[in-house]
């Protein structure tokens, strides 16, 4: 059973940082982590679910046009965590973010609340 621990969400002031974390765990397909797509995704109320960034295997990074330039994706195959360092950040930013264990697989975490205000 697939596991996807996210942390470190929280309250922040426009403008500010944040880092966010994701554990994988419980991976029994036989194929290893780095193989997987890593993406995270976020969700504000009343909106739909939208991806924010994500990596392939082999290294391209996709970032959402809102985010380009401000966030970054980032893993460590070794310890199968994905990394998102948020920077910059807006009140529209405000949401709770998702980890997602991609292609090959679909498999989501339980999410982390991030609020930007002042």
């Known amino acids: 059973q697939v596991q996807l621990v996210e942390s470190g969400g929280g309250l922040v002031q426009p403008g500010g940082s944040l880092r966010l974390s994701c554990a994988a765990s419980?991976?029994?397909?036989?194929?290893?982590?780095?193989?997987?797509?890593m993406a995270w995704f976020r969700q504000a109320p009343g909106k739909q679910r939208e991806m924010v960034a994500r990596?392939?295997?082999?290294?391209?990074?996709d970032y959402a046009d809102s985010v380009a330039g401000r966030f970054t994706i980032s893993r460590d195959n070794a310890k199968s965590t994905v990394d998102l360092q948020m920077n910059s950040l807006k009140a529209e930013d405000t949401a709770r973010y998702y980890c997602?264990?991609?292609?090959?697989?679909?498999?989501w975490g339980q999410g982390t609340q991030v609020t930007v205000s002042s």
């Open positions: 997602n264990l991609g292609s090959p697989g679909n498999d």
């Open positions: 419980g991976i029994d397909s036989g194929i290893p982590f780095k193989f997987y797509t």
């Open positions: 990596k392939f295997y082999g290294g391209t990074i």
